[in-house]
C-alpha cells in the first residue's frame, strides 16, 4: 500500500473552521486533501474507505456549548463510529488539532480529556514543546514551537494512566521553555495542563491529538520572532526559508505513505 | 414531561470553582461555591432516554449528570440559579436540542425544548442581601432571571423547581389600521414618539418619526384615500429611520445644499477616483453593505466597520456580540458574498474604576450597569463572536473618557475576500430578478430587536425598550456563512444577497426590492421562535443570523438541499416582482402595498443649521526641572496608553493562517498600530489594516481632530509596509445631541477635514457608517437629573494592499546599535494631549492642538514607502497619542533594548522640552536603520525633514537626553512593567 500519494479527509461543518488551512497543509506537504463535511460523509459513510488519513481540524464546533468538541464527537458516534473502527483499523492516520484534539479524546481516539485553562481565559500564543512520543506524525522532531488558541486545552489524565502512556511512548509532546518562551519571556505551559501534556498519541502511535495549531506554523513568517530573524538574515545576507516549523508534522504523515 | 439534568464538574475538572466573592464586600463571608449546569427539558422522552441525553452532555473523565436530584447540599446555605429572561436567545440550548434529537433520532416538537442555567451553591455565613449582591453582580436583569432559594430539605429531595420559562404572549393581534386621516397634530405627535396607539390602550414603542414625517405620511394617505396600517407605519418608520436614512449626513446644511455626504465624503472619493484615472483600486463604494477595492487580478477586500453603541450600554455581551456577527454578515452580504478574512474592533468606555451609580429612571429602578461590567461584557461578547466564527480578530483599539460612561462606543468591522468575478459576471453587480423567491435563511423570528433601529436613533433614557436587545449566535451564522460563501455562492444559486441588520426584513426585502421593481411577501412563511407575533412585528423583528436572498425559481430545490444538508434553515417568504410597490400579505390578504418611490424617497427633506463656538481652555502648569522620568512612566501605563495585550491575547489572532504582523509584536508583545495579513496562500499579498481616533481633539477643534485622525491612519498603514497608491479609508462619525446647532457646527468642521484630507492623501473613503445620538439621559443615586453625552467621536479604519508580504515592517527596535531617526517635524502641539489631559486633570488641556500639514506629510509618508520597499529600515513606528516618548518606549519595550538619544536637536519649532517629548505633532515616525543602510537611507530622505537623534543599545538602560540634560532617565524592564500593568489588571 506504501508509495502512493495519500488520500486525506479534512472534516468540516457545525462550526470547524481551521479545515482551508489544514487542507492546504497536508496538499504543500504533497498529499491530496479534501474538505468533507460530517453531513455529506453521513450521507455516504462508504467515503471513509478512500481515504489514508483523516483529519479533525481546528475550530469551535457546536460553539462549544455543553463542553468542546462533545457535541460534534457525540455526532459522529451517532452515525459513523462502525465507519470509524474500520478506517483505524486499516494502516491510516488520525490528528486531531486542538478543537479536533477535543473531538477526538471525546471519541476515546485518545486518552485523557481536555478542561477550561487554569486561567479561565482563552488565550492566543505560541508555545514550545518537547517531542517525547514516539510515531510515524513525528519523525524528526525534537522540539517545536507553535502557537495555540483555545479556552480549554488544560490536558487532564490521571497518574497512573499518564505512567503508563509515557512509558509506551504516547504523550507526544510536553510544553517546555524553548526558543519563543524565551523570546518574549512566557511560561512554558499555557494552560495548566497535567505534566506540561501539549499532545498524546493512541497506543500505535498512529493517532495523534494536540493542543496547539501546526498549520498555524505552517509558513516561516507565522513565527513571532520571524521580523527578527528577517533583519538578522538580511544583515548576512541569507535567505529566510519560507517552511514554518509546523510543516513537518504534515510532511511526516505524508512521507508515511510515500516511502 | 419536565426534567432537570444536572451536570456537576468532577475534582480535576477544576471549572466548578470560583472565587468568593471578595470584591462585593463579602470577604470571608463565602465559604464556598461550587456551579453546575442544569439542564432543563420539556419534552415527553422516557427514563433510558433521559439517561442517554444525560450520557451525551457530559464527558465523563470531567463532569457527573444527574436527573432531578442536586449533588449533596451539606455544605451550602443558598442556591442562585441564572437563567436567560423568556424568549431570549439560548446557544447552548439550540446545541442540546440539535445534539440530542439527532442521538434520540426524534425531532423536537413544538411544544418541547430545552432551558440552560447556571447553578450556584453557596455555602457560608451569608444572608439573603448577600446572595442577592451577588446574583446582581453575575447577571444582567435585562437579559437574565437570577432565582435565590434557601437550601430546604424540600430543595435537597426534589431538587430545583420545573418551571418552564417559555415566552407567553398575549393573544395575537392581526394587523390593524391606524386612523392617521383625522389626527391631530398633537397625536402625530405622540404616535411619532411613543408609538403606535394598541386598541388595548398602550403605545406600541417609538417610531422615531417627527411631526414633519408624520404629516407627510399623513398626506400620503389622505391622497391614495385611506388609512395606512399599522405595519405600513411601521415599515417607514424603520426605513426613515435616522439609523438607515442617515438623514442628518443627508440633509441641506447651511449652504451646503447637497449634505454634507454627498458634498465632502462620496465627492472626496469622486474626485480621487477620477484623479487616479486607470489606477483607480475601488471596485464597490458606498453602494453596498460594504465597500470593496482590488486585490489583485482574481480577488477584491472589502471592509466594513459598524457601531452598535445603545445596545451594548444595556447588555454589553449581547451588545457587542451582535455588533461583530452582524458586521461579519455585511461581509457576507457583500457583492455576491465574501468570505470574512479579519475582525476589527473599538472600544471607548468610561474609566473601569468608576463607581458612581447612574439610573435611567427618576425612581431609581433601572439602574444602568457600572463602566467595569460594561468593559467585561464587550469584551467578551467580541470574543465569543470573533472566536467561535474562526474570523482572525485582529486590529483593535480602547480608549478611556469619563463621557463615555453614559454610552460606551462599540465599533465592529470586518474585511472580507471574494473573487471579483463570479459565474462570470461582476460580484459586485447583484441584481434580484422579478419572479426570483424571497428566500430568508438562517434563524427564526421573534421578538428580540424590535424597535432595534429606531431604538438606535433616539436618547438613551428609561423608555428605551428591552426588546431592543439581542444576542448572537456565532454557530448558526458560521453554518449559514459557509454554505453561502463557500458552496451556494460558487454554484450559481442565488441572483442577489443581502445582510438582515436594522430593520430586519422589512429593510433588506425593500432594499433588494430596488434591484427589480418591487415584492410581494408572505408574511405567515417566516418561521417563528414562538407563536403570538404580529405581522408588523415579524416584518420589522431583527432577530439575528438571517440573510435574504434571490433564488430563482429553477435553482430552489438544489438551494434548498444544500442549505438543509448544512443544518441551515431557509424558507420561502416571497417573490420579487416587476411592480414598483412593496406588498406584504397576511394569509392572503393583503396588509401593506406601498409605492416603493414613497418608502425609499417619501422622506422630508429638512434643512438643518449650525453655529460656531469658540471654546478657550486653560494651560496647564508644566512640571518644574527637566527631569520628566516620573511623568513618562505614568503616562506609558496610562488607561490610554497603556497595552491592552489582555485583550488581544483572549481574540484569537491566527486563524485562518493567514498572519504577517500580528496584534503583538516583538519580545515585549507590543500592541501593533497596524496588522498585515496574506489572505491567499498562494499570493504574496497582503492586506494592511488599521485606525486612529482622536476624540479629545475636538474638545477643541474637530476639524484638527478629524485631519490627525485621517493622517495617522495613512502613516500606521504606511510604517507597517503599504501605500499610498493602494490605500482606503472608512469614516464612522459618532456624534451627540444631533440637533445640537453647535453640535452640527462641529460635525461641518469635522467632515470638512474628511474631504481635504482625503482628496490631499488620495486615499478614497469607502464606506461609512453614522450613530448620531450617543446621549444618556437619567438620574443619580439621590435622583439628580444627569445628562452625559459622549465627546464627538470619529474613527478612521484604512485598508491598504500590499504586493510583498515580505515587505512588511514592525514597530519594534531589533538589533543593539542601529541607529534611530524621526521623519518629520514636532511643533509645540500639545493641545488635549494625552500628557496634558494628565497634567491638566482633564480640564487645564491647553488650545495647541496638532495640525496636519499633508502636503509635507505627503513627501515624508512617499519617502519612507521608498525605504521601506528597499528593505532599509529595520523598524518604524507611527508617532501618535503620548508623542514621540511614546513611540520611544513601545518601540524599546517590543525589541527589550535600551535606546540613547538627544533631543537636543529636533527639527520643528518645539521649544520645552514637554514638548519634545510628549507633543503629538502629526506626521512623525520613528525608524530604526542597520549601520550598513545608514548612507543609503540618509540619500533617500535627504529632502524631507528628519533628525537622527541615537542609538539602539544591548543593555536595559533607557535614556533620553536633551543636550546633557538627562530627561528620562530608566530601564526598559520598568517601562514594561508601568506598560502593561493596566493590561495585566484584568487578568
Not at chain 2, 500590499?802 to 524621526?822: H, Q, R, S
Request: include cysteine; charged fraction near 25%; charge should be positive.
Amino acid at each position: 500500500m506504501k508509495n502512493k500519494q495519500p488520500k486525506i479527509i479534512v472534516m468540516s461543518g457545525y462550526g470547524l473552521n481551521c479545515e482551508e488551512e489544514t487542507k492546504y497543509a497536508f496538499e504543500w506537504a504533497g498529499g491530496q486533501a479534501d474538505i468533507v463535511h460530517i453531513n455529506d460523509l453521513i450521507a455516504n459513510p462508504a467515503l471513509l474507505s478512500n481515504y489514508d488519513i483523516l483529519a479533525f481540524p481546528g475550530g469551535f464546533s457546536y460553539g462549544d456549548d455543553t463542553g468542546s468538541g462533545k457535541a460534534y464527537a457525540n455526532k459522529f458516534h451517532n452515525h459513523l463510529q462502525k465507519e470509524l473502527d474500520e478506517f483505524i483499523a486499516r494502516d491510516t492516520l488520525v490528528i486531531g488539532i486542538c478543537n479536533g484534539f477535543q473531538i477526538i479524546t471525546n471519541l476515546e481516539l485518545v486518552p485523557g480529556a481536555l478542561a477550561h485553562n487554569a486561567s479561565g481565559m482563552y488565550i492566543d500564543r505560541w508555545v514550545d514543546m518537547k517531542c517525547v512520543g514516539s510515531s510515524p506524525w513525528l519523525k524528526g522532531v525534537k522540539e517545536i514551537s507553535l502557537p495555540i488558541a483555545h479556552g480549554e486545552g488544560r490536558y487532564i489524565i490521571n497518574e497512573d494512566e499518564y505512567k503508563k502512556m509515557m512509558k509506551n511512548g504516547q504523550i507526544a509532546f510536553q510544553y517546555t521553555k524553548g526558543e519563543i518562551c524565551e523570546f518574549q519571556n512566557l511560561p512554558a505551559n499555557p494552560n495548566g495542563a497535567m505534566h506540561d501534556v501539549g499532545g498524546v498519541l493512541s497506543e500505535n502511535g498512529k493517532i495523534l491529538g494536540m493542543m496547539p495549531h501546526p498549520e498555524r506554523g505552517m509558513f516561516y513568517q507565522q513565527r513571532p520572532d520571524a521580523q527578527l530573524k528577517k533583519e538578522i538574515a538580511k544583515r548576512k545576507k541569507s535567505k529566510l526559508p519560507t517552511e514554518g516549523p509546523g510543516l513537518i508534522i504534515f510532511k511526516n504523515a505524508v512521507n508515511y505513505f510515500k516511502k | 414531561m419536565i426534567s432537570r439534568i444536572y451536570v456537576v464538574p468532577n475534582e480535576q475538572n477544576g471549572k466548578g470553582k470560583i472565587l468568593p466573592f471578595n470584591n462585593l464586600g463579602l470577604y470571608g463571608k463565602v465559604a464556598n461555591v461550587s456551579v453546575i449546569d442544569s439542564y432543563l427539558v420539556n419534552a415527553s422522552l422516557t427514563p433510558e432516554q433521559l439517561n442517554l441525553t444525560g450520557q451525551s452532555l457530559i464527558n465523563k473523565k470531567l463532569e457527573n449528570y444527574s436527573i432531578n436530584s442536586l449533588p449533596n447540599l451539606a455544605n451550602f446555605s443558598y442556591i442562585l440559579e441564572i437563567g436567560f429572561a423568556p424568549g431570549v436567545t439560548d446557544n447552548v440550548a439550540h446545541t442540546v436540542m440539535e445534539s440530542v434529537s439527532d442521538l434520540l433520532k426524534r425531532p423536537f416538537a413544538d411544544v418541547e425544548a430545552v432551558y440552560t442555567s447556571k447553578v450556584f451553591l453557596i455555602g457560608g455565613t451569608i444572608s439573603k442581601e448577600d446572595v442577592n449582591k451577588i446574583a446582581f453582580s453575575l447577571h444582567n436583569p435585562l437579559i437574565e432571571r437570577a432565582t435565590i432559594f434557601p437550601v430546604s430539605n424540600e430543595l435537597k429531595n426534589k431538587g430545583l423547581p420545573l418551571y418552564v420559562p417559555v415566552v407567553v404572549l398575549p393573544k395575537k393581534k392581526d394587523c390593524i389600521v391606524v386612523p392617521l386621516s383625522n389626527a391631530n397634530t398633537d397625536e402625530l405627535i405622540k404616535t411619532g414618539k411613543e408609538g403606535i396607539l394598541d386598541p388595548d390602550g398602550d403605545r406600541r414603542g417609538p417610531l422615531a418619526l417627527d411631526l414633519e414625517s408624520m404629516k407627510v405620511i399623513q398626506n400620503f394617505f389622505k391622497n391614495i384615500k385611506r388609512n395606512p396600517t399599522d405595519i405600513e407605519l411601521e415599515s417607514l418608520a424603520q426605513t426613515w429611520s435616522e439609523h438607515c436614512k442617515h438623514t442628518i449626513f443627508a440633509n441641506s446644511i447651511d449652504d451646503i445644499k447637497d449634505g454634507l455626504y454627498k458634498s465632502y465624503i462620496k465627492k472626496a472619493t469622486n474626485d480621487i477616483r477620477k484623479a487616479k484615472g486607470k489606477n483607480d483600486f475601488c471596485l464597490s463604494v458606498f453602494s453596498d453593505n460594504a465597500g470593496g477595492i482590488v486585490f489583485d487580478d482574481t480577488y477584491m477586500v472589502s471592509h466594513k466597520v459598524e457601531t452598535h453603541n445603545s445596545p451594548s450600554a444595556l447588555d454589553p455581551f449581547g451588545g457587542a456580540i451582535t455588533g461583530i456577527v452582524g458586521v461579519n454578515r455585511d461581509t457576507i452580504g457583500f457583492g455576491m458574498g465574501a468570505k470574512p478574512i479579519a475582525n476589527v474592533y473599538g472600544f471607548c468606555f468610561g474609566y473601569p474604576d468608576d463607581k458612581r451609580e447612574l439610573y435611567k429612571d427618576k425612581k431609581l429602578k433601572q439602574k444602568m450597569l457600572p463602566p467595569a461590567r460594561i468593559v467585561d461584557g464587550v469584551i467578551k461578547g467580541i470574543n465569543a463572536g470573533g472566536n467561535c466564527s474562526g474570523i482572525p480578530t485582529i486590529n483593535g483599539f480602547t480608549k478611556f473618557d469619563d463621557r463615555y460612561r453614559g454610552k460606551p462606543l462599540v465599533f465592529a468591522g470586518t474585511i472580507g475576500l471574494s473573487p471579483r468575478i463570479v459565474n462570470g459576471k461582476n460580484a459586485t453587480e447583484k441584481r434580484a430578478r422579478a419572479g426570483d423567491y424571497i428566500v430568508v435563511v438562517g434563524g427564526k423570528v421573534g421578538l428580540d430587536g424590535v424597535h432595534g433601529a429606531t431604538f438606535s436613533s433616539v436618547v438613551l433614557d428609561s423608555s428605551s425598550p428591552a426588546t431592543a436587545v439581542q444576542i448572537g449566535d456565532p454557530i448558526t451564522q458560521k453554518k449559514l456563512s459557509d454554505a453561502i460563501v463557500k458552496e451556494a455562492r460558487d454554484r450559481n444559486l442565488y441572483n442577489s444577497i443581502t445582510d438582515n441588520g436594522a430593520g430586519g426584513i422589512s429593510c433588506s426585502v425593500a432594499e433588494m426590492a430596488k434591484e427589480c421593481g418591487g415584492a410581494v411577501v408572505d408574511i405567515e412563511n417566516v418561521p417563528l421562535k414562538y407563536p403570538g407575533l404580529s405581522p408588523w412585528q415579524i416584518w420589522i423583528s431583527e432577530s439575528q443570523e438571517r440573510m435574504t436572498l434571490a433564488v430563482p425559481k429553477n435553482k430552489w430545490d438544489e438551494f434548498q438541499k444544500l442549505m438543509e444538508s448544512r443544518g441551515v434553515q431557509a424558507s420561502v417568504i416571497g417573490e420579487f416582482s416587476k411592480n414598483k410597490n412593496c406588498v406584504v400579505r397576511h394569509n392572503g390578504k393583503v396588509i401593506m402595498d406601498m409605492p416603493m418611490e414613497f418608502l425609499h424617497n417619501g422622506l422630508p427633506a429638512r434643512q438643518l443649521h449650525s453655529k460656531r463656538d469658540v471654546k478657550i481652555f486653560n494651560e496647564p502648569k508644566l512640571p518644574n526641572g527637566y527631569n520628566r522620568t516620573k511623568e513618562f512612566l505614568t503616562l506609558v501605563g496610562s488607561a490610554n496608553l497603556g497595552s491592552n495585550r489582555w485583550i488581544s491575547e483572549q481574540y484569537d489572532h491566527e486563524v485562518q493562517s493567514s498572519s504577517v504582523v500580528k496584534p503583538l509584536s516583538g519580545a515585549g508583545l507590543i500592541n501593533t498600530d497596524a496588522q498585515v495579513i496574506k489572505p491567499v496562500f498562494k499570493s504574496d499579498r497582503a492586506v494592511v489594516v488599521t485606525s486612529s481616533v482622536y476624540p479629545s481633539y475636538g474638545d477643541i477643534n474637530t476639524y484638527d481632530m478629524t485631519s490627525c485622525a485621517i493622517d495617522t491612519a495613512v502613516r500606521n498603514a504606511i510604517c507597517a509596509g503599504g501605500t499610498l497608491d493602494h490605500l482606503a479609508i472608512l469614516d464612522n462619525t459618532c456624534w451627540c445631541s444631533s440637533y445640537d446647532e453647535v453640535r452640527l457646527g462641529e460635525l461641518v468642521d469635522a467632515i470638512r477635514a474628511c474631504y481635504d484630507t482625503a482628496v490631499d492623501y488620495g486615499t478614497p473613503f469607502i464606506s461609512g457608517k453614522d450613530s448620531m445620538f450617543n446621549d444618556f439621559k437619567g438620574y443619580d443615586k439621590d435622583g439628580n437629573s444627569v445628562a452625559i453625552s459622549i465627546p464627538p467621536t470619529l474613527l478612521i479604519s484604512a485598508i491598504g494592499v500590499m504586493k510583498d508580504f515580505n515587505k512588511a515592517v514592525t514597530p519594534e527596535f531589533k538589533i543593539a546599535g542601529d541607529t534611530i531617526y524621526i521623519l518629520g517635524e514636532t511643533h509645540d502641539e500639545l493641545g488635549a494631549s494625552e500628557y496634558y489631559k494628565q497634567i491638566g486633570k482633564n480640564i487645564a488641556i491647553g488650545n495647541s492642538v496638532p495640525k496636519v500639514d499633508t502636503k509635507k506629510n505627503t513627501k515624508i509618508y512617499k519617502a519612507l514607502e521608498k525605504v521601506i520597499a528597499k528593505g532599509i529600515v529595520a523598524s518604524a513606528i507611527s508617532v501618535n497619542s503620548g508623542g514621540l516618548a511614546q513611540a520611544l518606549a513601545k518601540a524599546s519595550v517590543g525589541g527589550m533594548l535600551g535606546i540613547n538619544v538627544d533631543l537636543k536637536k529636533l527639527a520643528g519649532t518645539a521649544s520645552s522640552i514637554d514638548a519634545k517629548l510628549f507633543s503629538e505633532s502629526q506626521g512623525r515616525i520613528v525608524v530604526s536603520v542597520a549601520k550598513g543602510n545608514v548612507k543609503a537611507f540618509e540619500s533617500l530622505i535627504k529632502n524631507i525633514p528628519y533628525t537622527k537623534i541615537g542609538q539602539v543599545k544591548s543593555g536595559k538602560e533607557f535614556l533620553i537626553k536633551n543636550g546633557t540634560q538627562k530627561i528620562v532617565d530608566t530601564k526598559v524592564d520598568t517601562i514594561s512593567k508601568f506598560h502593561n500593568s493596566f493590561s495585566n489588571s484584568f487578568k
